[in-house]
Nanobody, 125 residues
Framework: QVQLLESGGGLVQVGGSLRLSCVASGRTFSLYPMGWFRQAPGKEREFVAA????????DYTNSVKGRFTISRDNAKNTVYLQMNSLKPEDTAVYYC??????????????????WGQGTQVTVSS
C-alpha cells in the first residue's frame, strides 16, 4: 500500500521560512512526477509546485515563484518544499502527491493518484 507522509508545517511569522518534507513508502517513485498543493479554509485545493523525476525540471504557481523551491531526493523517496519570505496568504494545509495520469495537466489535482494527509502552515502578521 502506497502512503505519503508530510511534515514540517507549523506557525511562523511573516517573512519567515519553513521546509516541508514528504516521504513515500510502499514502493519507489523515482521516475514519477510529484507535486505540492494547498488548501485554505473556504477555498478549493490549488496547485503550488511540481517536479519531474529530476529536480532540474520544475514549475510553480505565479504567487510563489522566487520564494518557494521544490526538490526531491529519489534515493530517499522524498520530495521537499522550501518556503521563504512567507506571507499570510500562504496560510493553508499543504499536501504532497504523486502524479501518474499524464493525460491530465499537472496543474489539476485529477492528475495525481496518491495523496498525503496534509500539514498545516500558518503565517501570522
Amino acid at each position: 500500500q502506497v502512503q505519503l507522509l508530510e511534515s514540517g508545517g507549523g506557525l511562523v511569522q511573516v517573512g519567515g521560512s519553513l521546509r516541508l518534507s514528504c516521504v513515500a513508502s510502499g514502493r519507489t517513485f523515482s521516475l514519477y512526477p510529484m507535486g505540492w498543493f494547498r488548501q485554505a479554509p473556504g477555498k478549493e485545493r490549488e496547485f503550488v509546485a511540481a517536479t519531474m523525476w529530476s529536480s532540474a525540471a520544475t514549475d510553480y504557481t505565479n504567487s510563489v515563484k522566487g520564494r518557494f523551491t521544490i526538490s526531491r531526493d529519489n534515493a530517499k523517496n522524498t520530495v521537499y518544499l522550501q518556503m521563504n519570505s512567507l506571507k499570510p496568504e500562504d496560510t493553508a494545509v499543504y499536501y504532497c502527491a504523486i502524479r501518474s495520469q499524464r493525460g491530465v495537466s499537472y496543474l489539476r489535482e485529477e492528475s495525481y493518484d496518491y495523496w498525503g494527509q496534509g500539514t498545516q502552515v500558518t503565517v501570522s502578521s
